[in-house]
């Protein structure tokens, strides 16, 4: 089947291939001259109605779809923003490892809503939660490895913060409050640069306080940083200015709302941050602050379109990136010794992509005679942590948390399981089962 848009001078053809059931659409030509801007806006338009009837999103080029120099240069020209490609890396703290430092228990939420609307707008998406000092450097190294012009880089944080020498820190979980060290600390420069440097627009979101702390130690002219490229690329959105904190309650940080609501319209970039504050204001006094600028109608909406001229070797790395840092490994059954009718039945979740939610259920179940205990001690020689066991309908339900990203694969997980039996005998049984792929590969992220 053809569709056929016409425009003023050019047409644009879709062809639609089915083999082996499975549907794609694949772009065999377009030219746009510059007098075809409405045009191609319908043109995009109807692909996108195309693409909803028959229940296949237009994706990039790994299925066929290629945009010509002719586009890009009249895209540019004429002001039609596109993404290469469209990533975010958000970091949440709110589990500190020192006392002194309060726990933030709405860090989950904000992450967690946030890694929900940027999904929704098409962008790759990597969500970790309490980590430390060289964990955030290494994923902010890893963030940037693959980007490259005309790539969305996202980069939000929510937890402890404050700011020193005209820069905001965020505080890791290994950090120390007595007295806290910005070089223990990562610098917004720090961020800024990490993304500039790859020549990708990048956007920072800093979602915590900007508090400054007299008895803070501040930082050595190596570890302060600086901004040295031009900031038309590249656009930071604080949630308070400096000297104010931000507040949450216990759903989620006021800016994060305000945030996440705003996305929910197709807001251009460069007036995020005044809508953000309008929406603050129906909340709390809180407003946020902007530094730097994107030019043009640039929006977290905008399409992801693949240049004939771009890195695609790169770019498709970045993807893998992606793609494993939000895999899970496979449910597996496991058989139990000296219980020839019962298996042991595991299924995993990523909650974040540095926490795996893990379920163990007995089949068949045997009344409530049985229960299936996590080895903690073994997986923190693992290097993990595991929270407390839940037990619902059955299923016992547990969390490896916090997994370092230098962690040498496999990783084993040590159960106990427990049968009592109607004599009142108990069988003690040790199920070990590796995982041979874990769903946040060190070599990624």
């Known amino acids: 089947m053809m569709f056929v848009i016409s425009g003023t001078r050019r047409v644009l053809c879709y062809l639609e291939r089915i083999k082996n059931t499975c549907i794609q659409l694949v772009l065999v030509h377009t030219i746009v001259s510059s007098r075809q801007k409405n045009a191609y806006g319908c043109a995009l338009s109807y692909i996108a109605r195309v693409s909803e009837c028959i229940g296949k999103p237009i994706q990039n080029s790994t299925e066929g779809v290629h945009v010509l120099e002719a586009e890009r240069s009249f895209m540019l020209k004429e002001g039609v ?20 430092i309060e726990t933030l228990k709405a860090v989950e939420s904000d992450i967690r809503n946030l890694h929900t609307t940027l999904t929704a707008l098409e962008f790759k998406v990597i969500s ?54 910005c070089c223990d600390c990562i610098s917004s420069h720090t961020i800024e640069n990490h993304i500039k440097g790859t020549g990708a627009i990048g956007i920072a979101l800093l979602d915590c ?63 995020l941050d005044h809508m953000i504050a309008k929406e603050m204001r129906l909340q709390c006094s809180q407003r946020p602050h902007r530094t730097g600028t994107i030019h043009g109608d640039m929006t977290l909406h905008d399409p992801i379109m693949r240049l004939l001229d771009s890195d695609t070797e790169k770019i498709d790395l970045l993807l893998q990136q992606y793609s494993k840092a939000n895999s899970v490994p496979d449910p597996v059954s496991l058989n139990i010794e000296g219980e020839p009718y019962l298996q042991l039945v595991l299924s995993f979740s990523a909650e974040f992509c540095n926490v795996l939610k893990v379920k163990a259920k007995i089949l068949p179940l045997a009344g409530k005679n049985i229960s299936v205990v996590v080895d903690k001690e073994f997986m923190k020689s693992q290097g993990v942590d595991v929270s407390s066991d839940q037990v619902s309908d059955g299923t016992f339900s547990f969390k490896i948390q916090s997994i370092p990203f230098n962690l040498q694969l496999p990783l084993k997980l040590c159960m106990t399981v427990t049968v009592k039996r109607s004599d009142g005998q108990e069988n003690v049984v040790n199920c070990v089962h590796q995982l041979k792929e874990k769903f946040v590969d060190s070599s990624l992220i």
Request: charged share 20%; with cysteine; proline share 4%.
């Open 128 to 181: 970790l939660v309490n980590l430390k000092y060289d964990e955030m450097i290494k994923a902010l190294d890893q963030f940037c490895m693959h980007l490259q012009s005309g790539v969305y880089a996202l980069f939000y944080y929510s937890g402890h913060g404050f700011s020193c020498n005209n820069a905001t820190y965020l505080i890791p979980i290994d950090a120390k409050n007595n007295p806290l060290k």
């Open 81 to 100: 923003p596109f993404a290469q490609e469209k990533v975010a890396l958000l970091i949440g703290n709110g589990h500190y490892m020192c006392k002194d």
């Open 209 to 271: 306080c900007k508090v400054s702390d007299k008895s803070t130690l501040p930082p050595s002219s190596s570890d302060a940083g600086s901004s040295t490229v031009n900031s038309s690329t590249y656009i930071e959105i604080s949630a308070c200015n400096d000297g104010f904190r931000a507040f949450a309650d216990e759903n989620g940080s006021m800016f994060n709302k305000a945030l996440v609501q705003c996305l929910k319209n197709k807001v251009k970039v460069h007036d």
